[in-house]
């Protein structure tokens, strides 16, 4: 049986422990892109340090400590299960011209599958807000190619992980309302893969292991210093408007330019909490990332060579830095809470749900990533679970 090999794929990342043209991210939290992405000026989670820093700000102050544990969160594209089947039963027949009608069945289609837990310690003391958090993720992406003579299956994946901390302080009654000042850290170390397998490496199991690692693994480390800000106005207080700024990633996260790396990038919000009857809390957010284009388009050179080579270009899409997004907290009460949301993710609608009992919480959440340079060229519809404890 050698059904293991596709997973293993992003496994073998973790062991010591986007796809190359998604929008460089380290964490999604499905609460947020349930609500189209959008968190810059509205923050309010502990994971609001990979967005903006000062959004910590907005952590609920009557909960005391916040311990949010084994975030688990399953992310894959919509046809996911389909091509892992169908490669995985080509790979256990052992023959070759079965996997290349596989890869011909699914050429040039970009699969999809990440799994990420970040768990994290928070707490707001009204004027000021602290959290530490710890991540750990691997993603792997697929993409058949069998418009050539050999017929190939590109690979880029990632294992990373490492620790977070964010700490914020309010300035109140600044002019019209209360600035929120935020600095983040991060250091986080990778294991990436980018390259291609061909049928007949995906037929030996047995070395596949180690062939990877020696033609594709590339080990790298890094740190950032992530800077926000958040003007909250204390006018209109049916509103609760909000606009926000952050610089993420200023440091040293490139990871020697390989898969995964992390540009310095800029981004703008702007958020209201309107009052609406029969809903205990409304969000209604918009967000520009990237705003000066940091993040590139990657295209890999797929020649006969073993070795992995590839040319970066600009991307600078409007449509794809955009997000909006509305969420309603539906009820709350001492031991549970119902929350859902939508938006528009790069031009996508979102959808999200997130329900909590007790300690335990489990959302579900829908968004579409644009995978080419510009946005229409190639879409892939990614489905989300999550379950973690916290309270």
């Known amino acids: 049986m050698k059904k293991w090999i596709v997973p293993v794929l992003a496994g073998l990342t973790l062991a010591p422990l986007s796809n190359a043209a998604d929008l460089a991210y380290l964490y999604k939290d499905m609460r947020i892109m349930g609500m189209g992405g959008a968190n810059i000026a509205s923050g309010g989670y502990s994971s609001s340090v990979f967005s903006n820093p000062a959004g910590i700000a907005n952590l609920p102050t009557d909960h005391g400590f916040i311990v949010e544990l084994l975030g688990i969160n399953v992310a894959a594209s919509s046809d996911a299960s389909d091509i892992v089947s169908d490669l995985g039963d080509a790979i256990d027949s052992d023959n070759e011209d079965e996997i290349i009608d596989v890869l011909e069945k699914y050429s040039g289609q970009r699969t999809h599958l990440d799994v990420a837990n970040y768990s994290s310690v928070s707490k707001n003391h009204g004027n000021y807000a602290w959290t530490v958090g710890l991540l750990a993720a691997t993603d792997v992406n697929l993409t058949p190619h069998a418009n050539n003579i050999d017929s190939i299956l590109e690979v880029q994946s990632r294992g990373y992980g490492g620790i977070t901390a964010a700490y914020s302080y309010t300035f109140k009654k600044v002019g019209n309302g209360n600035i929120h000042v935020g600095l983040g850290a991060k250091y986080l170390f990778q294991k990436s893969f980018e390259g291609k397998l061909t049928p007949g490496d995906l037929l030996n199991g047995d070395d596949i292991g180690d062939e990877l690692r020696d033609r594709m693994e590339s080990d790298s480390d890094g740190y950032s210093i992530d800077l926000g800000v958040i003007y909250q106005f204390i006018y209109m207080k049916d509103l609760n408007p909000a606009i926000g700024l952050s610089i993420m990633n200023i440091g040293n996260l490139e990871f020697d330019d390989s898969y995964g790396g992390q540009p310095t990038t800029v981004n703008i919000g702007a958020s209201i909490e309107p009052t609406i009857p029969f809903i205990k809390k409304t969000r209604i957010a918009l967000d520009y990332v990237d705003l000066f284009n940091a993040n590139k388009y990657r295209i890999y050179n ?35 809470s119902l929350e859902v949301a939508t938006g528009v993710y790069q031009g996508g609608l979102t959808a999200g749900i997130d329900f909590t009992a007790s300690v335990f919480r489990l959302g579900f959440a829908t968004y579409e990533e644009e995978t080419g340079p510009e946005y229409g060229d190639e879409s892939d519809r990614r489905y989300s679970i999550n379950l973690s404890i916290a309270w």
């Open 302 to 336: 797929l020649d006969k060579s073993g070795k992995v080579s590839y040319s970066d270009y600009k991307d600078s899409d409007f449509i794809k830095r955009l997000r909006f997004g509305i969420s309603g907290l539906i009820y709350e009460n001492s031991w549970s």
